[in-house]
């Protein structure tokens, strides 16, 4: 455990001195700051108007689960760049060979990085979907149903963290990095299609997007999140954030399956790998 937790810190580190970190915190802050603005004077001109607590209560809620889709998208994006380079590139640089050289275990370089970059992404997602909730209760006394559905943000976070560095064991940096957005590019379309048959009733619709969530769960478990943060009523109504075919329990379970194998299975086959 202490070879772990040492190279877990020396990818923090690694992280804080290429300033990942920081431009992360920075960008991140203006973002939180941006939202609080525009969600006040939103906020304000809405009770300007005169509207109703209930139309203000649906509209604090839209706001929220467009800010929280915003985190789910940066997420998405802080995970593949920040973990994209750490095995494809090291091996291409040689550098990985001043570590395996030492006693240390393959698969303790693989475990301590993924650990290292998997408490970056929870810190980063902490910070930003923690914020958006925060600025929503001070504004406005709001939250939303079931809060700590905002927790399946970390899940997709890790299922996209254990999928690079498996590619990372495979191919190359850029070979890697577009595998990782070309997937998520599938998983965001095959879910606009589930939506749209779900509206339609196309039952060969739903399915295809059910089975690009299988193959990518990561916008499933937005979509789930999503469905738990919404008012019952709202959430049966066309959404760009949402939708009306929410994915099962279910799903959850097997993108934390999905996680898991694709981590074991960086392990295995970095332990095989010729470096």
């Not at 809405?46 to 929280?68: H, T, V």
Request: proline share 4%; with cysteine; net charge positive.
């Amino acid at each position: 455990m202490h070879t772990i937790r040492t190279i877990t810190w020396l990818t923090f580190r690694e992280a804080w001195r290429r300033r990942m970190v920081q431009v992360a915190l920075v960008l991140g802050s203006l973002f939180l700051l941006l939202f609080g603005v525009g969600f006040r004077l939103i906020d304000g001109s809405m009770r300007n108007q005169g509207i109703s607590a209930l139309q203000l209560r649906f509209s604090y809620n839209l706001l929220l689960i467009a800010g929280l889709y915003v985190v789910h998208f940066l997420t998405v994006m802080l995970a593949i760049f920040a973990s994209v380079d750490t095995i494809a590139g090291e091996i291409a640089s040689h550098t990985i060979q001043a570590i395996v050289t030492k006693p240390v275990a393959r698969w303790q370089i693989v475990l301590g990085k993924w650990c290292g970059y998997a408490a970056m992404l929870l810190v980063y997602l902490a910070l930003l979907g923690g914020g958006i909730l925060a600025i929503v209760y001070a504004l406005a006394g709001y939250l939303p149903p079931n809060p700590a559905a905002v927790l399946l943000l970390a899940l997709e976070a890790l299922v996209l963290l254990s999928l690079s560095l498996l590619g990372g064991t495979f191919v190359s940096t850029l070979t890697n990095g577009v595998m990782l957005f070309m997937l998520y590019g599938v998983a965001f379309i095959g879910a606009w299609v589930e939506q749209i048959g779900a509206l339609l009733q196309s039952h060969a619709a739903v399915n295809v997007g059910i089975v690009t969530s299988l193959v990518m769960p990561v916008e499933a478990l937005w979509r789930r999140a999503a469905f738990l943060m919404q008012p019952q009523v709202a959430s049966a109504l066309p959404s760009p954030f949402g939708g009306t075919s929410p994915p099962s329990p279910a799903m959850v379970i097997y993108a934390g399956v999905y996680a898991l194998v694709a981590l074991g299975l960086a392990l295995a086959n970095f332990q095989r790998r010729d470096l």
